[in-house]
């Protein structure tokens, strides 16, 4: 049995050093056929990068640094009441623009992949479920799911839009204010949120947090050893749209190395597993895997 690492969700520094040179999208899904049909049964991880053309914003740029300011703490979030306000009054406004999102191509080319038999498992790093509702079905969740909530205290569950639905009913005319969507449903306002009434767990009365691993907090260890339990019998792992810059994902490139598993990464800009990987794809998402399905020909 593995000995699991433990896997906090922390926010550690970009590499450096040359950026990857860039290839097209014709070379670089020749280079992930013959991947494919080399090691045809994957692990696959993804990252935001693949959900950028359904509009959600992602955090960081083709260096691995922040695009802007970093996210929310766990434990500041659970002390902060002021934290509080602010996060759930940014996210009246960004939430929509996540929960609203649909499925891009690149979630249907995973999904046809899986449907040739060639993803064994997805684990994805995102929170907002379009792999699923892209026909993915061996899905793992790895930093939960935002558009459900719990309680902190109780363990009360109910959906993200019915505690935007008391927050508004607590904050009438707050959607008066208009912002630019930002990363995992928040939204670029500063406005004073002092007088934002946070609504509370209905049972308990405790904090209300989305069922998602906020940076600082730690990956459930179920989800960590399923994968890990696929990536051990999989005869490879594809990264796709991931910098890999938090330990939670990069974990399963570390474990691959050691295990001597074929490793490939697609994704825009450089990645913090470039010296571990066997193939490096620096090219658009969607194309490259639109041509790789072709390329591979009829299932």
């Known amino acids: 049995m593995t000995a699991l690492r433990p896997s906090n969700r922390s926010v550690p520094m970009p590499r450096t050093g040359p950026e990857p040179v860039p290839v097209q999208p014709e070379q670089a899904a020749a280079a992930l056929a013959d991947f494919i049909r080399n090691h045809p049964r994957l692990m696959v991880l993804t990252g935001a990068g693949i959900s950028t053309d359904s509009g959600i914003p992602d955090y960081r740029d083709a260096s691995g640094a922040w695009k802007r300011r970093q996210p929310v703490q766990h434990q500041a979030f659970l002390a902060d009441e002021g934290l509080r306000r602010r996060y759930w009054g940014r996210s009246l406004l960004g939430w929509p623009v996540m929960r609203n999102a649909t499925p891009n191509r690149a979630h249907g080319y995973l999904a046809e992949l899986e449907a040739r038999g060639h993803v064994s498992l997805l684990v994805t790093q995102n929170v907002d479920r379009l792999h699923q509702r892209a026909g993915s079905r061996q899905v793992v969740d790895l930093h939960g799911r935002a558009d459900q909530v719990v309680c902190m205290e109780c363990g009360y569950r109910c959906d993200r839009d019915q505690v935007h639905g008391w927050c508004t009913d607590l904050n009438p005319g707050f959607l008066r204010f208009r912002a630019s969507a930002a990363p995992d449903g928040d939204a670029d306002l500063e406005v ?40 051990r019998s999989a005869d490879g792992l594809l990264v796709v749209g991931s910098s890999l810059m938090v330990y939670s994902g990069l974990r399963f490139c570390r474990y691959g190395r050691d295990w001597g598993k074929p490793m490939a990464a697609l994704n825009l800009g450089r990645t913090r597993a470039d010296d571990m990987l066997d193939l490096r794809l620096n090219a658009r998402i969607t194309e490259t895997l639109e041509l790789c399905l072709e390329q591979l020909g009829p299932p």
Do not use: I
């Open 192 to 231: 004073d949120f002092s007088g934002f009434r946070v609504a509370d767990c209905p049972d308990c009365h405790g904090v209300l947090k989305p069922d998602v691993v906020f940076f600082g907090d730690y990956v459930p260890r179920e989800r960590v050893s399923r994968a890990l339990e696929c990536l």
